[in-house]
C-alpha cells in the first residue's frame, strides 16, 4: 500500500481546540500533520509553538479526532448499489417489499438489469422469499437479482434465469425456492456482467463517499470470481488510485494465488468460501440445523484444499484467507492451516498473517488454534446486533443454546488472537460506531469487550490485518488518518463494572471515547482525513 502525495497535498496543519485520542498523550489536545503524517502530538499549551510555521491552523471547537476506522471487509460495488438502488433491508414483509420493487422498476425504464438487496424472509409475517412468478409481474418480466439480507442466496426474474444458460441444472438451483451455490453464482455473474460501466462506477463512488461520511477512512474490498468479476475489482483499485477518497486494500478470493497477485490483490483471500452462510442454512454444521432436520449446510473446501492453499499463498507472498462460519468449516481450515504449518514451519505461517473471515461458530479448541497459527480473526459484531440473542435467526437456526455461542469477542481477546472489525457491507450497514457498541453491548454478556478494545480492533486491528503495524493510531509517524467528530462527554466503558470504576480514573492515563450506551446518539463525523488529504467534509460545517 504505497502513498502518494501531489504537490498541493504536502501541507503542514496544526489542529487544536479538542480532544485528540492518542497513546502518545492521553491528555493531547493538538496534533501536528505533515506530509501525510502524525507530525507531533500534544498539549495546547504546547500547540503555540508550531503555529506560525504551518499553512493551516483548524480549531476543533471541543471536537474529537481518532484515528479514521478501516471496515475490513465490504462488497463496495454491491454496497453503492444497494445505496443508490433498491435496497429492501427496511422492508416489514412481503408486501411491502413487492411495492418497493414494483416502484423501483418503474423508475429505471432504461437500466438493462435491476439489482436490489436485503431481503429477509425470517423477519416477515408471511415467512417466505417473493416467488419468481410475483417478480415477473412486479418488474414487467425485466431481468432482476435479489439477495437475501446475507447475500448467500437469492431470488431472480425468468428473464434473468433465461440469461444462464444451464443453470437449472446446477447445484443450489430447486424450482421455487432462492437460489444458492453454484446456480447462485452463476446468476450473480450474469447479473454483474450486464451492469453497465457507468453503473458500476457510480455504485462505487457512492460508496467510498458514504464510508468517508461515516469517518472511514479505509475499506478492505473482497472480491473474487464468485462474488463479482475482474473488471469490477481492478476498476474499484483504479478508482481508489485516482480519485479522493477512502483507500482501497484489494483480496480476491480465488486459489489462484497468480492471479490473485496479477489483479493487484494483496491476499488470495477474504470470501473464498469454506462454507455459506446461517441465514441461507449453508453454513457448515458438526450438527445439523434446529429448524433443518439432517441438515448441516454445505462443505466448499477440504482440509486439504485449505493447506495447500495455504501453502501457495505463503510462498508467494501473500495472504491466504477463508469465508467460514460454522463450526465445521471453522475447524476445516484450522486442520488446513495447521498442515500447511507442518509443511513450511509455524513461524512462517505465523508470520503471513492469514485470515478468516465471519470465524462465527468457534469452539474453545479452535480459538486455541488461532492464536497458535496467527490466523487473524476478521469479524462483523453487526451480526450480533441483527441476529442474536433468545429470538434471534441465529437461535430459530442452531437453538438457543448453540446461538449463544457465537461470536465470542472476549474469548478470543482473551487468547490474543488479533480482531479486525468490519460490516460485510451491504449485508449489514456501514457503521463503525454502531460496531464498536455492538462488540461492547454483545447480546451475550460473556463474549463482551471494552468500548476501547472494539475500537482499537476497528481502527488499528485493521492495519494490522494487512501486515502494518505503524498505522491505526495517531502517533508521531503513523500516516495520518484521522476523522473529526462531534461527540458527547467521553468515557471509558468496559463490560465490567470493576475494570470501568479505575479505568475511568484521569490518573489512569486511558483516553477516553465517546459514551456508547445503548439508545444513545452516536458520534457525528464533521471530517475525514485519509494520508493527509481531506475526502470528506460534512455540510455546513
Request: hydrophobic share 45%; glycine share 10%; net charge negative.
Amino acid at each position: 500500500m504505497s502513498e502518494t502525495l501531489s504537490d498541493t497535498e504536502h501541507r503542514t496543519v496544526l489542529l487544536r481546540g479538542g480532544e485528540v485520542h492518542s497513546p502518545a498523550d492521553p491528555f493531547a489536545t493538538a496534533m501536528v500533520v505533515e506530509r501525510g503524517h502524525v507530525a507531533w502530538v500534544g498539549s495546547e499549551g504546547a500547540a503555540d509553538a508550531f503555529a506560525s510555521g504551518v499553512d493551516e491552523v483548524v480549531d476543533l471547537e471541543g471536537a474529537l479526532v481518532t484515528p479514521a476506522f478501516v471496515d475490513a471487509h465490504v462488497h463496495t460495488t454491491a454496497t453503492g448499489l444497494a445505496l443508490t438502488g433498491l435496497d429492501l433491508s427496511a422492508a416489514a414483509s412481503l408486501a411491502e417489499a413487492a411495492e418497493l420493487i414494483r416502484s423501483y422498476a418503474g423508475s429505471r425504464p432504461a437500466d438493462r438489469i435491476l439489482i436490489g438487496h436485503g431481503w429477509d424472509a425470517a423477519r416477515w409475517p408471511e415467512r417466505r422469499a417473493p416467488r419468481r412468478d410475483e417478480l415477473d409481474e412486479l418488474t414487467g418480466g425485466r431481468p432482476l437479482y435479489l439477495t437475501r439480507i446475507d447475500v448467500h442466496s437469492a431470488v431472480v426474474t425468468t428473464a434473468l434465469l433465461d440469461l444462464v444458460p444451464g443453470v437449472r441444472d446446477r447445484t443450489g438451483f430447486r424450482d421455487g425456492e432462492p437460489l444458492t451455490g453454484d446456480a447462485h453464482h452463476a446468476v450473480r455473474a450474469a447479473a454483474y456482467a450486464a451492469l453497465s460501466p457507468a453503473q458500476r462506477t457510480e455504485a462505487q463512488r457512492a460508496a467510498r463517499l458514504h464510508a468517508a461520511s461515516l469517518g472511514i477512512g479505509t475499506l478492505h474490498e473482497c472480491g473474487g470470481p464468485e462474488i463479482s468479476s475482474e473488471d469490477d475489482f481492478t476498476g474499484l483499485l483504479d478508482l481508489a488510485r485516482t480519485e479522493s477518497g477512502p483507500r482501497v486494500v484489494g483480496y480476491w478470493a480465488d486459489l489462484d494465488v497468480e492471479r490473485a497477485r496479477a489483479l493487484g490483490a494483496v491476499g488470495a483471500a477474504g470470501d473464498l468460501f469454506a462454507d455459506g452462510s446461517l441465514g441461507s442454512h449453508t453454513a457448515c454444521l458438526h450438527d445439523a440445523y434446529a429448524d433443518h432436520a439432517g441438515h448441516t449446510g454445505v462443505a466448499h473446501l477440504d482440509a486439504a484444499t485449505v493447506a495447500a492453499h495455504v501453502v501457495a499463498a505463503t510462498e508467494a507472498g501473500l495472504q491466504a484467507g477463508f469465508h467460514a462460519i460454522g463450526d465445521a468449516a471453522v475447524s476445516a481450515v484450522v486442520d488446513g492451516v495447521r498442515a500447511a504449518a507442518e509443511k513450511l514451519g509455524l513461524a512462517r505461517i505465523r508470520a503471513a498473517r492469514h485470515r478468516v473471515e465471519h470465524a462465527e461458530m468457534l469452539t474453545p479448541e479452535t480459538i486455541a488454534a488461532f492464536a497458535e497459527l496467527g490466523l487473524t480473526a476478521s469479524v462483523q459484531p453487526a451480526f450480533d446486533a441483527a441476529w442474536g440473542g433468545e429470538d434471534g435467526m441465529y437461535a430459530e437456526r442452531l437453538g438457543a443454546e448453540r446461538a449463544r455461542t457465537l461470536n465470542p469477542y472476549a474469548a478470543l481477546l482473551r487468547a490474543g488472537v488479533p480482531l479486525a472489525f468490519g460490516s460485510d457491507s451491504p449485508v449489514t450497514p456501514l457503521d463503525p460506531w454502531g460496531t464498536v457498541r455492538a462488540a461492547a453491548f454483545h447480546r451475550t454478556p460473556e463474549h463482551r469487550i471494552s468500548v476501547r478494545a472494539a475500537f482499537t480492533a476497528h481502527t488499528r486491528g485493521g492495519w494490522r490485518a494487512v501486515g502494518r503495524d505503524d498505522a491505526g493510531t495517531l502517533v508521531p509517524g503513523a500516516p495520518a488518518d484521522y476523522a473529526i467528530w462531534r461527540a458527547d462527554e467521553l468515557v471509558v466503558q468496559a463490560p465490567d463494572d470493576r475494570v470501568a470504576r479505575w479505568s475511568t480514573d484521569p490518573r489512569s492515563g486511558t483516553p477516553g471515547l465517546p459514551d456508547l450506551t445503548p439508545g444513545g446518539e452516536l458520534p457525528v463525523c464533521l471530517r475525514t482525513v485519509v494520508f493527509g488529504q481531506t475526502v470528506y467534509v460534512r455540510p455546513n460545517e
